[in-house]
C-alpha cells in the first residue's frame, strides 16, 4: 500500500505571495492532519480534517486554511507569505478521527521557503 | 492543554551503548502517548505508543518506553544503539477525546559515534 504523498517536495516563494500544498493519504484514510516543524517551534498542529470537515484547528493566524476533498485528498494553503512561514509543512493520514486511538502515517513533507 | 518537555535537546552516545531519552509531560486529562523518530529529510515514523495497560512498551529497533503516571513521565530507552539510530526523537501526547492531535516536546536530536 502507498504511503502518505506531499507535493511539491521544495518550495520557494517570496513574502506575499500564497502558496497552496498537497496531501494524499493512504488509501482508506479519510482523516487528515496537518503540521509546521520549525526550528524555533518545533512541531505545532496546523488542522484536522475528517469527511471534508474541519475537525481540529491549531493556533494559527488566518492566513493559514485547508480543505479536504471527498476523495480524502486535502490541501493547506497560506496567503501573504512572512519569512517566519518557511518550514517543513507534514501531513499525517488515520484510517478515521474520533475517541479511539488511530494511528497517524507521516508523509516527507513540503519543505517551504520563503525569501 | 497539554504540554510535552524533551529535557535534553542533543545526546551524543558510542555505538553499543545505552541511551535514554527523557520526556515529560503535563495535562489535566488522560492522554495516550508516543515516540516518533525523524532521519533526514524525511516524515516521522512511530517508534512505539502507550495507551492503556502495562507500563513498559515495546516499538520498533529494540526501543522501548515506560510510563510513570506519578512523574508524568515516558522515558524512551534502547540498550544498545547503532550508528543508524542517529537521527532526531519527537515524544508526543494526544488527549484521549481530542482526535488525533498531537502535541509535540522539542525534539532530541542522538548522534551515535563509532
Known amino acids: 500500500k502507498a504511503g502518505v504523498t506531499q507535493t511539491p517536495r521544495y518550495l520557494i516563494k517570496t513574502r506575499g505571495q500564497q502558496v497552496t500544498l498537497s496531501c494524499s493519504p493512504i488509501?482508506?484514510?479519510?482523516?487528515v492532519s496537518w503540521y509546521q516543524q520549525t526550528p524555533g517551534q518545533g512541531l505545532q498542529f496546523l488542522f484536522e480534517?475528517?469527511?471534508?470537515?474541519?475537525?481540529n484547528k491549531g493556533n494559527f493566524p488566518g492566513r493559514f486554511s485547508g480543505r479536504q476533498f471527498s476523495n480524502s485528498r486535502s490541501e493547506m494553503n497560506v496567503s501573504t507569505l512572512e519569512l517566519g512561514d518557511s518550514a517543513l509543512y507534514l501531513c499525517?493520514?488515520?484510517?478515521?478521527?474520533?475517541?479511539?486511538?488511530?494511528?497517524?502515517?507521516f508523509g516527507p513533507g513540503t519543505r517551504l521557503t520563503v525569501l | 492543554a497539554q504540554s510535552v518537555t524533551q529535557l535534553d535537546s542533543q545526546v551524543p552516545v558510542f555505538e553499543e551503548a545505552p541511551v535514554e531519552l527523557r520526556c515529560n509531560y503535563s495535562?489535566?486529562?488522560?492522554?495516550?502517548l508516543f515516540w516518533y523518530v525523524q532521519y533526514p529529510n524525511q516524515g516521522l515514523q512511530l517508534l512505539l505508543k502507550?495507551?492503556?495497560?502495562?507500563?513498559l512498551v515495546k516499538g520498533i529497533n529494540g526501543f522501548e518506553a515506560e510510563f510513570n503516571k506519578s512523574q508524568t513521565s515516558f522515558h524512551l530507552r534502547k540498550p544498545s544503539v547503532h550508528i543508524s539510530d542517529t537521527a532526531e526523537y519527537f515524544c508526543?501526547?494526544?488527549?484521549?477525546?481530542?482526535?488525533?492531535?498531537?502535541?509535540f516536546g522539542g525534539g532530541t536530536r542522538v548522534l551515535v559515534k563509532p
Open positions: 499525517a493520514s488515520s484510517l478515521v478521527a474520533g475517541v479511539q486511538y488511530n494511528e497517524q502515517f
Open positions: 488509501s482508506g484514510h479519510r482523516s
Open positions: 480534517y475528517f469527511s471534508e470537515t474541519q475537525r
Open positions: 495535562s489535566s486529562v488522560s492522554v495516550y
Open positions: 502507550y495507551l492503556s495497560g502495562s507500563t
Open positions: 508526543a501526547v494526544s488527549e484521549r477525546a481530542a482526535g488525533n492531535k498531537l502535541t
